[in-house]
């Protein structure tokens, strides 16, 4: 049955990019359905989210605007008579759950999380209360997030449906002029752009990876990819680091000139971040480096992916099943605190049997 959708979309990089295997999924339970996305501006996430094809139109809505803007933005979502209308957990702000009473109940599709315990918790159970129509969908501990995504469609659906957790994306891509090494590895080296964080691995352990790479593996070179914090990070932690088989691009790449590296390099070492994510949906071969993080909720399902855990210090996971966020993580632990457990000769052990697998086939 085709339907006219609308999925709220405020969130990180990260998480829209795995809100494409939702929608994704959404399209083959709803075939030939408008789907919209709600966000408050033009970005790189709209911009990524263009290139599936996967998106009718995006409406832009600034949470910081007035009451007077708002009911403007309410009268106009009433009158393109949305069908469903879809609230994930991870993006639909909290100023909205005061308002959602004022749209219609039936329509919406709307996460409920028993585990976050902050300020916006008494407004999530007063809305549970008013809203006594809407789809309630609970979001569980241990659980990943395409799961906890595709349990939205699973709540509305009258009929059984096939999960696609690794779906085959098509992002339309540009034509790009770059020069690349012919063989390389992409790396990040920081996370949220360039903050210094419990979750990422120390400037040192790069240095060492990349030394000892060249010297088993003089033939492959490296290329820094991230934005403008990232570089201003690099400049201020790696004491001015340099070789030639470093090529440092961070900064220098839109979104079409970095798809356009991930998908020619060998494979590329990352965090848990929105790189991550993206390097998962194009089917990069990759290592995910995790610490504190909540594995069972983002880690990348590719078969292409390759996880390395940091398990020896006490915050091992320590975000699992919302316990604590990140800026709570930032406050209780210090940089790269959480990552000690993986080394360089781990890394490179990883890499290894990916550049293996790669020339095997």
Request: net charge positive; hydrophobic share 40%.
């Amino acid at each position: 049955m085709k339907k006219k959708i609308l999925i709220f979309c405020y969130t990180s990089f990260g998480n829209a990019i795995l809100k494409i295997t939702f929608i994704y999924n959404l399209k083959k339970v709803f075939p030939d359905s408008q789907v919209d996305i709600i966000c408050d501006m033009e970005n790189v996430i709209t911009e990524l989210l263009r290139k599936t094809t996967l998106i009718n139109e995006f409406i832009y809505y600034n949470i910081k605007d007035n009451l007077s803007k708002f009911l403007m933005f309410r009268s106009s979502i009433n009158q393109r008579s949305y069908d469903l209308i879809f609230l994930p957990f991870d993006s639909t702000p909290s100023w909205f759950w005061l308002l959602a009473p004022t749209f219609d109940h039936s329509k919406l599709v709307a996460h409920y999380n028993l585990m976050l315990h902050n300020k916006f918790r008494l407004i999530r159970e007063y809305t549970k209360l008013i809203l006594i129509r809407c789809n309630w969908v609970p979001v569980f501990k241990g659980r990943h997030e395409i799961d906890l995504n595709l349990d939205l469609i699973e709540a509305i659906s009258l009929k059984p449906f096939t999960r696609n957790r690794t779906p085959s994306i098509k992002i339309q891509e540009k034509q790009i002029e770059k020069r690349l090494p012919k063989k390389y590895i992409a790396l990040q080296i920081s996370a949220r752009n360039g903050e210094k964080t419990p979750k990422t691995w120390k400037p040192q352990n790069f240095i060492n990876l990349i030394n000892l790479w060249q010297e088993k593996h003089p033939f492959f070179e490296f290329i820094l990819v991230g934005n403008q914090g990232d570089r201003e990070y690099f400049e201020k932690s790696f004491n001015g680091f340099s070789k030639p088989c470093v090529h440092n691009l961070l900064g220098e790449t839109d979104i079409d000139e970095l798809i356009f590296i991930l998908r020619n390099s060998s494979a590329i070492i990352v965090h848990d971040s929105g790189l991550m994510h993206l390097s998962n949906l194009l089917n990069i071969p990759l290592i995910a480096l995790y610490g504190p993080t909540d594995f069972t909720r983002t880690a990348p399902l590719g078969v292409k992916s390759k996880i390395l855990f940091s398990k020896k210090n006490k915050c091992w996971a320590a975000m699992y099943g919302f316990q604590i966020d990140e800026d709570d993580l930032n406050k209780n632990h210090e940089p790269y605190e959480c990552m000690e457990g993986i080394s360089a000769h781990d890394v490179i052990e990883k890499l290894e049997e990916i550049i293996t697998d790669i020339h095997s086939r």
